[in-house]
Antibody
C-alpha cells in the first residue's frame, strides 16, 4: 500500500526537544518533495516545512524557523523533523504530506508540550 | 509574506444547496492554489489543484475557479458527506500557507 506513517510524538516539557519520523512505503520516496504540516487541537492546518526530493531546497514557516530542522534519508525512505526549544503552542498533531500538491498524507503523530 | 484569507469561517447549509467559499491572496499567486476537505478525525483530502483542476475521484459537484488573488470553491449541490472543513492552500512559494478554514455545517 502507498502510505506515510509518522512516529515519535510524545509529551515533552517546554524547552525540550523531539525528533519526528515519517516512513514512506509503496512508492519511490526519493522522487517526491515532502512537507510537514501540523494541526493544533480544534485549530486549522498549519504548513511548517518543505524539503525537495534531493534535499537541495528547504523552506520553513516563520513560526518554526530556527527551532525546527527538516531532513530526509532517501535510502531509508524516511523524512524527519527535529524540533528543539519546544513551546506550549507547538502542541499539535504533526503530519507529513507528499508532494508540492499534497495528495498523500500520513495520519499524524501527537506532540504535547506541557510542564 | 503572502497572506491567505478564507471566508466565511463557517456556514450553515442544507442538503441540495449550492455553496461558495472564497480564498483571497494578498499578492498574485497565479493559479498555484489547492483546496482540501477535512472531516473530523481524518486526514485532509485534495479536492482541487491549479485553482480549477478536479483531483481524480472527486465528485463533479465540486469546482474551483479564479487566478491571481481571488479564488472560489463551489459545491453545486451539497451532499450529506460534504459537511466538513475546507482549506485553501497556496503552493507557489514559501511560506506555503493554508487559509484559516471554512466549516460547513448542516442547517
Amino acid at each position: 500500500d502507498v502510505q506515510l506513517l509518522e512516529s515519535g510524538g510524545a509529551l515533552v516539557q517546554p524547552g525540550g526537544s523531539l525528533r519526528l519520523s515519517c516512513g514512506a512505503s509503496g512508492f519511490t520516496f526519493s522522487s517526491f518533495e515532502m512537507n510537514w504540516v501540523r494541526q493544533a487541537p480544534g485549530k486549522g492546518l498549519e504548513w511548517l516545512s518543505y524539503i525537495s526530493s534531493d534535499s537541495s531546497t528547504i523552506y520553513y514557516a516563520d513560526s518554526v524557523k530556527g527551532r525546527f530542522t527538516v531532513s530526509r534519508d532517501n535510502a531509508k525512505n524516511s523524512l524527519y523533523l527535529q524540533m528543539s526549544n519546544l513551546r506550549v503552542e507547538d502542541t499539535a498533531v504533526y503530519s507529513c504530506a507528499r508532494g508540492t500538491i499534497m495528495r498523500l498524507w500520513g495520519q499524524g503523530t501527537l506532540v504535547t508540550v506541557s510542564s | 509574506d503572502i497572506q491567505m484569507t478564507q471566508s466565511p469561517s463557517s456556514l450553515s447549509a442544507s442538503v441540495g444547496d449550492k455553496i461558495t467559499i472564497t480564498c483571497r491572496a494578498s499578492q498574485d499567486i497565479s493559479s498555484y492554489l489547492a483546496w482540501y476537505q477535512q472531516k473530523p478525525g481524518k486526514v485532509p483530502e485534495l479536492l482541487i489543484y491549479a485553482a480549477s483542476t478536479l483531483q481524480s475521484g472527486v465528485p463533479s459537484r465540486f469546482s474551483g475557479s479564479g487566478s491571481g488573488t481571488d479564488f472560489t470553491l463551489t459545491i453545486s449541490s451539497l451532499q450529506p458527506e460534504d459537511f466538513a472543513t475546507y482549506y485553501c492552500h497556496k503552493y507557489n512559494s514559501s511560506p506555503r500557507t493554508f487559509g484559516q478554514g471554512t466549516k460547513v455545517e448542516i442547517k
